[in-house]
């Protein structure tokens, strides 16, 4: 049977709701913390999926838009983040990519990345997140301070190991073209195409499932 990678573009929000989890949750968490602790009034969000960051923001924000390829999730944009919008230039304080980039070719990073960057407005901020495969733990601090270990992927099972070291072909999502830590790029690769693109990094965060990116313009 041949998997049909395709299927994802096409799918509705219910679809979507139906795969949300936890490490979705902490991940919004980490997203929205960031959006309000920065006070950034316009959002442009691309790949908005369920639209969970949309209906927990929105209603404090100036300007919230949506990019994505699939229409039938109604976002103001019908387009692919690889191709340029030329008519919003330097319009927005804050650009969301959640879980994106890794659904289009590595080498064509350097394509979205400074779409991204053209649509923030100076000093503008890009917020991204991209999956890591590896092992992640979640424990809280008697503060309840949240707090991630991460053990590479191939340490904790016979099954993981074997793919990782014996077949030298580690596991990764299927609707996915690449992950960090998928054995071909590592967290440097994707900071060095961000650099590229003009971005600062502000700074990066492991979080479960995902590296967080706060990237200045």
């Known amino acids: 049977m041949i998997y049909d990678k395709q299927k994802q573009f096409s799918l509705e929000e219910i679809d979507y709701m139906s795969k949300l989890d936890l490490q979705n949750w902490i991940r919004f968490f980490f997203i929205l913390k960031e959006v309000e602790k920065k006070r950034l009034k316009s959002v442009l969000e691309i790949g908005p999926g369920e639209g969970t960051l949309k209906k927990l923001f929105a209603p404090y924000a100036e300007r919230y838009d949506t990019i994505d390829v699939n229409s039938k999730l109604s976002p103001t944009y019908v387009s692919d983040v690889r191709k340029r919008i030329e008519n919003i230039n330097e319009t927005y304080d804050c650009v969301i990519a959640a879980d994106i980039l890794e659904h289009i070719p590595f080498t064509d990073l350097s394509n979205a990345l400074p779409n991204i960057y053209s649509y923030l407005k100076k000093d503008g901020v890009a917020l991204i997140t991209i999956p890591h495969r590896a092992s992640h733990f979640l424990f809280m601090s008697p503060t309840n301070i949240p707090h991630f270990i991460r053990i590479p992927t191939g340490f904790l099972s016979f099954g993981s190991f074997y793919r990782r070291f014996i077949k030298r072909k580690i596991w990764i999502d299927p609707d996915h073209e690449w992950e960090i830590g998928d054995g071909h790029h590592t967290i440097n690769d994707v900071a060095e195409v961000m650099k590229s ?18 990237l200045k313009k």
């Open 197 to 214: 693109a003009g971005f600062t990094i502000e700074k990066i965060e492991k979080l479960i499932y995902v590296d967080f990116f706060v």
